[in-house]
C-alpha cells in the first residue's frame, strides 16, 4: 500500500516515512500542497496523510482538489486545529478521518489500518433493482449507472451493509458523517431524498424503508 505525506514539518514528516516504511508501507513524501497535489495525479496513492496549515496551498484546499479526482482514497487530517466548526470543515471537504497533533504513532497506525480494512474485499451489494460497487464507487439502478454525491454514495452503502438493521439518526451522522457531538440529524432526511429521487424507484422497488421518528432500514424482505 502506498501512502501520501503532504506535510510541511520535516521532523513531522520524517518520523513518520520512518515509521510506515517500518511496517512495510511504501511512503511519498511532499512538503507542501502544490507539491503534494501533484504528486497525488502522478502516483494515485492508496492513501493520503495530509496537514492542514502548509504553504502554497492549505490542506484543506488540497482535500478538496483530490475529492474532484478520487471519491474513494482515504483522505486523514493531521492538525492542531480542534475546534468544532473546524472539524466539520474538513469533513465537508471529504476528508474521512481527523487526528489532533500531537499524536501517538500507534493511534495513527490503527487508524490507517482501520481505512485500508475498510476499502479492501468489499464485494458488490445487490438488492432489488439497485446495485452498489464499493471499490468503483458507483450505483446502478437496473443496470444504468446514476450520479451520487460522496456522501449519499456512502450513506447508501451504509445502509446497505446493515441490511435489515435499523440504523438510527445518532448512528449514521456518528458512522457515516463520523461527527460525534450534538448535530441536526434533520441533514439525514435531505439526504435520503436526494438519494430516492435519482433512484427513481416505485413504492414496491423502494430499498429504504423509513422507520417513523428513529431512521431507516434496506429491508431485504420487502424488496420486489
Request: proline share 2%; hydrophobic share 40%; aromatic share 8%.
Amino acid at each position: 500500500m502506498h501512502i501520501l505525506i503532504i506535510e510541511d514539518e520535516k521532523g513531522i514528516s520524517d518520523f513518520l516515512k520512518q515509521g510506515l516504511e517500518e511496517e512495510n508501507y511504501k511512503v511519498t513524501v511532499a512538503g507542501n500542497g502544490e507539491d503534494g497535489l501533484k504528486i497525488f495525479t502522478g502516483t494515485k496513492p492508496d492513501l493520503v496523510l495530509l496537514d492542514w496549515l502548509m504553504p502554497k496551498m492549505s490542506g484543506l484546499e488540497v482535500c478538496k482538489k483530490i475529492r474532484e479526482k478520487n471519491l474513494k482514497v482515504p483522505i486523514l487530517f493531521l492538525t492542531a486545529k480542534d475546534t468544532v466548526q473546524e472539524t466539520i470543515e474538513g469533513l465537508k471537504a471529504g476528508a474521512n478521518d481527523y487526528i489532533k497533533k500531537p499524536f501517538s504513532f500507534e493511534e495513527l497506525l490503527e487508524r490507517i489500518k482501520v481505512h485500508f480494512r475498510n476499502s479492501e474485499n468489499q464485494e458488490i451489494l445487490k438488492f432489488g433493482v439497485v446495485e452498489l460497487d464499493p471499490l468503483k464507487y458507483k450505483v446502478f439502478v437496473r443496470k444504468n449507472e446514476i450520479s451520487l454525491t460522496q456522501r449519499e454514495f456512502e450513506l447508501l452503502k451504509y445502509l446497505m451493509e446493515h441490511k435489515g438493521r435499523v440504523c438510527t439518526r445518532n448512528m449514521i451522522i456518528s458512522d457515516v458523517w463520523d461527527i460525534r457531538f450534538e448535530y441536526d440529524t434533520g441533514v439525514i432526511d435531505v439526504f435520503i431524498n436526494a438519494i430516492r429521487k435519482k433512484m427513481n424507484l416505485s413504492k414496491e422497488e423502494d430499498i429504504i424503508k423509513t422507520i417513523r421518528g428513529v431512521g431507516y432500514m434496506v429491508d431485504e424482505s420487502e424488496v420486489k
